[in-house]
């Protein structure tokens, strides 16, 4: 039996060498050097594209649990990481250059891998694993559409507004109503009097945006506009537009407030929400500064920043289970940001995830089924969860995690305890997972 794995980056990698360690032959499909994405520029495997960091180490950041999970399960990717990992701080900084061609040098000597250079225009007969990522190639994208059906449109952009957690909002000075009082009391409406609205209005048209690639599509970048844009067209445009406070009672003063930012659930734990309207191309540290003036928000913690670039991803909650497979068509997974993860790790954690799962049912095993305690089994469980309506990619974080059965007091000292709990499962499920695994050579 042999899989077929599309796209060489960090998900396709990771899940042909989950599957190469576990005796099942894999080809790899990568259409490097032969034609490029945009923004794919060296002829190696796994290539970082913007920044060489994979974010935080500690295991105080859930980013740093799902890096660490990885690590305990044989991750090809994270092994590449931490053997070509340069000075930085409290994240884990990679060699860029060393850290490909190390993944490149891995997966092409493994005995079970045939790598073949092709762009991939039609869906192969057989077990497949799509992993073509964010700028997957055009006909590749329609050969997906194709499969997946109409009525489940692939996304080709990612307009995304922030995302804070519930925990971290100033409730005292915000309410929950809906507008006009209609339906059920859904929203957090966090209220602005005239003199902040002012001054949130002149900082947010003045705010530093983020660079501009070349590979983004003005005309749906128009079609989406972001928030600051809207600001610069005049000083009241906002509050006619998402910050409109009409039918919003403040049951501190009994009146409509000047203006409103309006947080709509994003997970059915009500744990995460999204600033509604927010969709922004401001610098990461901009949007900090400029969103925490809102005075609910003062403190609020960033689950995700807002992004907006091409990035085309499926609708996975209603295409996908929690293996990363099409429901409709088991045969066939997918990987990677494509998928709805955001991020170098959570890519190579659903490559990793699709690459074991594949593997254990072409072996006849049950699913490991890691439970949304663990960081790689919350991000698989986020990805194909039917309650979410809106689906935006998203970065692992803690408000994907249950939380815990006690109070912590101090929000390192509970996240380290989310992480010591995680770790505490994926020791009993080692063996499992491990199960008839080559021992790892050191690299
Ligand atoms: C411009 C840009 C900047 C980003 N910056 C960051 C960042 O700084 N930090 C971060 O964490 N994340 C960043 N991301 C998100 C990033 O893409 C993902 O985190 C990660 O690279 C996705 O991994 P992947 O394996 O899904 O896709 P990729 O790493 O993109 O790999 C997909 C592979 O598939 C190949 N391919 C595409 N189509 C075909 C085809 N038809 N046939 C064969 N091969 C094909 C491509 O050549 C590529 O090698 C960025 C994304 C973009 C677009």
Redesign the pocket.
Known sequence: MTVTV???????CEAAWQLAQRGIDVTL????PLK??P??TSGD???????NSL?GAGLENAVGLLKEELRRFGSLILRCADRTAVEAGGALAVDRQGFSALVTEQVRSHPRIRVRA????ALPEGEVIV???????E??AEAIQALIGPGHDLHFFDAAAPLVSFESVDMDSAFFASRYDKGTPDYINCPLSEEEYRAFHAELTQAQEAEV?GFEDQQVFEGCMPVEVMARRGVDTLRYGPLKPRGLRDPRTGREPYAVVQLRKDNAQGSVYNLVGFQTHLKFPEQKRVFSMIPALREAAFLRYGVM???TYLDSPRLLNRYYQLKSEPRVSF????TGV??????AAS?FLAGVETARRLLGLQPADFPRETAIGALGLYISDETVRDFQPMNINFGLIPPLDHRVKGKRNKNAELSARSLEIVETMRETVLAGMPEEEPI
Do not use: D, W
């Open positions: 599309i796209g060489a980056g960090l998900a396709g499909c990568e259409m490097k490029r994405t923004a794919h495997f796994a290539e970082l594209c913007c920044s974010r092709e762009e991939v225009t992993a073509t990522g964010p700028l997957t190639s006909p590749m690639h670039h091409r990035n990987a990677g940001q494509m955001e991020g170098y790790v959570e890519s490559g």
